[in-house]
Every structure is written in structure tokens, then in C-alpha cells.
């Protein structure tokens, strides 16, 4: 596909992509991109822990890895006594597995020793060896007294799966700092104009058609009081999520350069969260999860998986479906899932996410955040919700069902029918 049919990117120039205000501008529900109301299952897979951001263990090549014969999840975890809106300041990344992706088991914190005094989220690689990398943001500095915000990014070698005896992850781990942001790209949390600052959820991905070895994050691009970006508006330029990225030269997982970000959103929005990317037919899709709150006065968004597709990883980005939105909440139901996560699967594509709050009333996260305890509680999933099940052509998606909760089908599996394909079927055979 020529860049012609995808359309045109802001900057129409190589390299640098951005979210316009015009694009966003046309973000608004659809059959297509609104997911399925979700009821919360009639029996929690791992009660003692809650669980939000979820990643799988992947191969070099993007595939989710089976490691002899199981799947492998990490998700950031708290103790499913503690109020959901304090689980941000104790996360701590636990490891799942599955024999069938449908029943999970939670095989314990990840590391004795991590950087950071808490965890945020990251992603995992099973390299061509059987070494495991887990790359991660390290939020807070440990030994500090206080809870603090700064965020790097890290990546721990040295882990090894063993199934002789079940199945075992185990270190022992060595934990190196990556990357931090250079203030010139990538903004400090120094120089950050508002409340909020990233520098987070780093994701390992190896492109197939160069071979090249990348690791892409959320971050922000510095905007100096008194430029003229956004018509030199300080209210609108104080929103300038972007997705960054990072070149390993040699493939080695834990030396890796800042490059110039991939794609931003200046204007537009604050935070583009867990970036990646899925290749397909020779085209790059890359995802981001955003807030309904994050986005620039002027602009209305929803909790929601957005999506860009390019002719490559540094193309001229053009949103999916005109106006990015992939996936969203049902009206009735704004918060119930967050934190997409988008693979693919045979000739569809897979989106897990966590299951968020849900019996909603018409309130916000921040009316959510004044009920009384034992409401906040009642209302917050906490567990992996059900799959989207995704039809992608172009710069086209549409969801076309959804699987089980914590349902993550092995590699080859072959899903059920959608309701589409079921009703077309019983015509057929009219
Ligand atoms: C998304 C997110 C991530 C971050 C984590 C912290 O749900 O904001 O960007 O790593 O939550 O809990």
C-alpha cells in the first residue's frame, strides 16, 4: 500500500509522526469500535492479587512465546485487599502460566530486588536461547523516604524458565538502568509543565523487514514556554504525549540509543501509553492506550486503544479509522477496561486489556475515587478481561467479538465462530 492510501501524516516529512487535532477531532463511537459490555466472571481466576497492566512473553519476532507447551503473562499486581486507586504506588510485577490460556496460575514476584520502590509497566522477551529479558519502568527512586514520581527504564537479564518439575521462572536477575529522558527529546521531569510527566512502559520489538532492534516507550516532547507550536497556545502545548524510541545497534537487549520519537501529539493529548506495534501485510500498526482526561481542551476522547498504521516503523503515521480510535468502552460502561494490548492471531488481531471499573452510574474516575471504600472496591475488576477479537485491512478495524476472561488462546488454536460468521452460516444452510 503506497503512502497515497494510507493518506497523509502531519509532517509529510520521514521519521517524525503526529497526532493531529484535526484527526482527533473526529473520534466518536461506532459499531465497529465499541467492545462488548463486560460482566465480571463468576469466578476470580487469582483472588489474592489484583492485577492491571498485562504483558505476554514474547519471541524476537513478536510472536507470544509457548515455553514447552505454556504461555507466560507478567502483569503489575497489588494485594486485592488494598484500595484499587493506592495500587499505583506498591505495584509489583508478578509472572502467570497456562497449560490451556484459560486457566492462569500466578507464579510470585518476578524479582527479590527490583530498581525503582515500585514497578509500572513493561514487556517481556524469551530470547532465541531460552534467556529471559524483562524490560520495565522503575517509578520512584529506592532508598528514597517519600513516594516519588520519577520514572527510567530498566531491563533485567539473567532469568530462565524451568518445566521439569512444573513450572518455574527464576533469576538470579541483574537489573540495568536503560534509558532516561535528555530533556532535548524527551522531556525531564523537571522541565514538565504539568502534574503529569512519563517516561515509561518500555516494549521490545524486532523489526521484520530490517532486522533491527528497538525499544519503544511513553514520553513527552519538550515544549518551551513561549513556542509557537499550537499557535503559541501554553493551555493546549502543556498535552504533548509521544511515543519514543529507542535503537539497539548490536541486538543486545540492554545497551540501547535514544532516537527521535516515532510519533507525537502535541495539542492533542498527554499521554500515550504502553506503545507497540503489530506488523501486518507489510504494514506497521502501532497502538497506544489514552485516558478520556488526558486529552487537550477542545478535544473529546474516551479510555481507549488508538491506533496509527505506516508503510514503515518510521513512516508517516496515519491514524486507523480516520481519527486513531480502535477500541473503546461502551458509553454505559466509560471505564471498564484499560491498558490494550494488541498481538496478532491467525488472520485476526487480539486485544487483551484488564478489567477496570465497572456498575458504572454515570460517574467519573474522580467521583469513583470520593465513594466510599467498600464501593470502590465492589467496582473495580482487577483481573485480564475478555479479548477483543479484531478484523484490521488497511487502515480499517473493526471488532468482531470477544473471547472469555483470561482467555488467551494457544498458538494455532482455532476460535470460535464471531455471531457474523455464525449467522451467515445459518443462512447457507437455509
Ligand atoms: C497504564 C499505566 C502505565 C503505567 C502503569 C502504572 O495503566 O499508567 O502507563 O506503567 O499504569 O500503574
Not at 14 to 21: D, Y
Not at 92 to 97: A, Q, V
Not at 235 to 264: C, H, K, M
Request: charged fraction near 25%; include cysteine; glycine fraction near 10%.
Amino acid at each position: 500500500m503506497t503512502n497515497e492510501a494510507l493518506g497523509e501524516g502531519r509532517s509529510g516529512t520521514k521519521g517524525r509522526a503526529g497526532w493531529t487535532r484535526e484527526q482527533a477531532s473526529r473520534i466518536e463511537r461506532t459499531d465497529d469500535t465499541v467492545a462488548p459490555i463486560v460482566y465480571p466472571p463468576q469466578t476470580e481466576q487469582i483472588p489474592e492479587v489484583h492485577i492491571w497492566d498485562t504483558w505476554f512473553l514474547r519471541n524476537r519476532d513478536g510472536t507470544l512465546a509457548t515455553v514447552d507447551g505454556y504461555r507466560v503473562c507478567f502483569s503489575l499486581t497489588a494485594p486485592s485487599d488494598l484500595l484499587p486507586g493506592k495500587r499505583h504506588d506498591v505495584a509489583t510485577i508478578r509472572c502467570f502460566y497456562s497449560d490451556d490460556g484459560r486457566n492462569w496460575h500466578n507464579a510470585g514476584p518476578v524479582f527479590e530486588e527490583p530498581l525503582g520502590q515500585r514497578q509500572w509497566a513493561g514487556s517481556a522477551l524469551y530470547d532465541d536461547d531460552g534467556s529471559v529479558y524483562l524490560f520495565y519502568t522503575a517509578a520512584g527512586e529506592e532508598g528514597a523516604e517519600d513516594l516519588t514520581y520519577t520514572q527510567r527504564i530498566v531491563g533485567a537479564g539473567g532469568g530462565s524458565i524451568d518445566t521439569a518439575d512444573g513450572f518455574a521462572l527464576s533469576g538470579p536477575w541483574t537489573h540495568h538502568e536503560l534509558l532516561q529522558p535528555d530533556g532535548d527529546r524527551y522531556e525531564r521531569e523537571d522541565q514538565s509543565r504539568r502534574m503529569i510527566y512519563t517516561f515509561r512502559d518500555p516494549w521490545f520489538f524486532e523489526d521484520p523487514e530490517t532486522g533491527e532492534t528497538w525499544l519503544l516507550f511513553e514520553a513527552n516532547t519538550p515544549v518551551p514556554e513561549g513556542s509557537d507550536v499550537c499557535g503559541g497556545d501554553d493551555a493546549l502545548q502543556e498535552f504533548n504525549g509521544s511515543v519514543g524510541i529507542a535503537r539497539s545497534p548490536t541486538g543486545d537487549p540492554l545497551a540501547w540509543e535514544l532516537e527521535d520519537p516515532l510519533l507525537d501529539a502535541v495539542g492533542v493529548n498527554q499521554e500515550l501509553e504502553r506503545p507497540h506495534v503489530v506488523y501486518r501485510d507489510g504494514l506497521y500498526y502501532l497502538f497506544i492506550s489514552s485516558h478520556l482526561h488526558t486529552f487537550a481542551p477542545g478535544l473529546e476522547g474516551f479510555d481507549a486503544l488508538y491506533g496509527f498504521v505506516a508503510e514503515d516503523l518510521r513512516g508517516d503515521y496515519v491514524p486507523l479509522n480516520e481519527s486513531g480510535l480502535v477500541a473503546t468502552n461502551p458509553e454505559n460502561a466509560p471505564f471498564q477496561s484499560y491498558s490494550w494490548m494488541a498481538f496478532p492471531h491467525s488472520d485476526e488481531v487480539l486485544v487483551q486489556s484488564f478489567f477496570n471499573y465497572y456498575d458504572f452510574d454515570g460517574e467519573t474516575l474522580d467521583e469513583i475515587a470520593h465513594l466510599s471504600e467498600s464501593e470502590q472496591m465492589r467496582r473495580f475488576g482487577g483481573s485480564l478481561g475478555p479479548a477483543l477479537r479484531l478484523e484490521v485491512e488497511g487502515s480499517r478495524t473493526r471488532i468482531i467479538g470477544s473471547l472469555g476472561h483470561w482467555h488467551i488462546p494457544l498458538a494455532g488454536e482455532t476460535l470460535p465462530l464471531t455471531d457474523r460468521e455464525l449467522i451467515r452460516r445459518g443462512k447457507h444452510n437455509d
